[in-house]
């Protein structure tokens, strides 16, 4: 998988990464030549969301006072390039937490993986605002449908940017191509303005002070396709969730 400025060419895809910030800004489709990026905007871009203060902090989200891009980035490395993928660490910082992202890109596999460990030490008092940590992904789908899966179906949802949980994914398409946001234990997701978010951790206060404190392991991938869910988005979310194990 070569690479030029950030530039990788796989059998599926060429993925264009900004290798300040580690954020996919071109992704396009080799089998129909969609780019799913919108013009100037990035896949898998950090941010915080910062939530006004609301007396039931664990069971309800807070009116956003501020949304803030985590801009502190300590280094952009290649700490993989082999004939199987390549992997993008990015190491980052915002207030007392730490962030290391890794970007899994293959050779000959239509998905992209990402695995985000975070040592997350925010917290919320009730009085100021509490930061929530979310991942965007601008996309370029016109007249987009908002699908999400839940326990033995899947339900079409409002893309008016409210919070609503999913279990193993949700799929935005057109119904002649789309984009699924594949999750491992990551539930709240919300779509507005052709931006997908994936909600991570919050800095919840009542009743547990320190919910998420400390070391965090989260996964999630992007899987483009023709069609619409139907296409094989089912069964790439249960890959994730119940990867093959392989034994020798």
Same mark, same amino acid.
């Given at each position: 998988?070569?690479?030029?400025?950030?530039?990788?060419?796989?059998?599926?895809?060429?993925?264009?990464?900004?290798?300040?910030?580690?954020?996919?800004?071109?992704?396009?489709?080799?089998?129909?030549?969609?780019?799913?990026?919108?013009?100037?905007?990035?896949?898998?871009?950090?941010?915080? *969301?910062? /939530?006004?203060?609301? &007396?039931?902090?664990?069971?309800?989200?807070? #009116? !956003?006072?501020?949304?803030?891009? =985590?801009?502190?980035?300590?280094?952009?490395?290649?700490?993989?390039?082999?004939?199987?993928?390549?992997?993008?660490?990015?190491?980052?910082?915002?207030?007392?937490?730490?962030?290391?992202?890794?970007?899994?890109?293959?050779?000959?596999?239509?998905?992209?993986?990402?695995?985000?460990?975070?040592? *997350?030490? /925010?917290?919320?008092? &009730?009085?100021?605002?509490?930061?929530?940590? #979310? !991942?965007?992904?601008?996309?370029? =789908?016109?007249?987009?449908?908002?699908?999400?899966?839940?326990?033995?179906?899947?339900?079409?949802?409002?893309?008016?940017?409210?919070?609503?949980?999913?279990?193993?994914?949700?799929?935005?398409?057109?119904?002649?191509?789309?984009?699924?946001?594949?999750?491992?234990?990551?539930?709240?997701?919300?779509?507005?303005?052709?931006?997908?978010?994936?909600?991570?951790?919050?800095?919840?206060?009542?009743?547990?002070?320190?919910?998420?404190?400390?070391?965090?392991?989260?996964?999630?991938?992007?899987?483009?396709?023709?069609?619409?869910?139907?296409?094989?988005?089912?069964?790439?979310?249960?890959?994730?969730?119940?990867?093959?194990?392989?034994?020798?």
């Amino acid at each position: 998988i070569p690479e030029n400025q950030g530039l990788f060419k796989t059998n599926w895809f060429d993925i264009q990464i900004d290798m300040k910030t580690g954020d996919i800004i071109g992704l396009k489709d080799k089998r129909t030549g969609k780019e799913y990026v919108t013009a100037g905007g990035r896949l898998n871009q950090l941010r915080i *969301w910062m /939530e006004a203060p609301n &007396g039931m902090s664990a069971w309800s989200i807070g #009116k !956003t006072s501020e949304i803030i891009p =985590i801009t502190d980035v300590e280094r952009v490395t290649i700490i993989e390039k082999g004939p199987v993928r390549a992997t993008v660490e990015v190491v980052k910082k915002w207030g007392r937490s730490r962030f290391i992202q890794r970007t899994y890109i293959y050779k000959d596999y239509p998905r992209i993986d990402f695995d985000l460990e975070v040592h *997350w030490f /925010e917290t919320g008092d &009730g009085v100021h605002p509490a930061p929530f940590l #979310k !991942t965007t992904f601008d996309l370029a =789908i016109d007249h987009p449908t908002f699908n999400c899966h839940v326990p033995f179906d899947v339900v079409s949802r409002p893309i008016n940017g409210q919070e609503v949980p999913a279990q193993q994914w949700v799929d935005i398409s057109d119904g002649v191509q789309g984009m699924a946001l594949l999750n491992r234990t990551k539930f709240g997701h919300s779509f507005e303005n052709g931006q997908l978010r994936l909600s991570l951790l919050r800095a919840s206060y009542y009743p547990d002070t320190y919910p998420n404190m400390g070391k965090n392991h989260i996964q999630y991938s992007l899987f483009p396709h023709s069609g619409d869910w139907k296409n094989g988005v089912w069964s790439e979310g249960e890959k994730l969730n119940v990867p093959i194990y392989a034994a020798e």
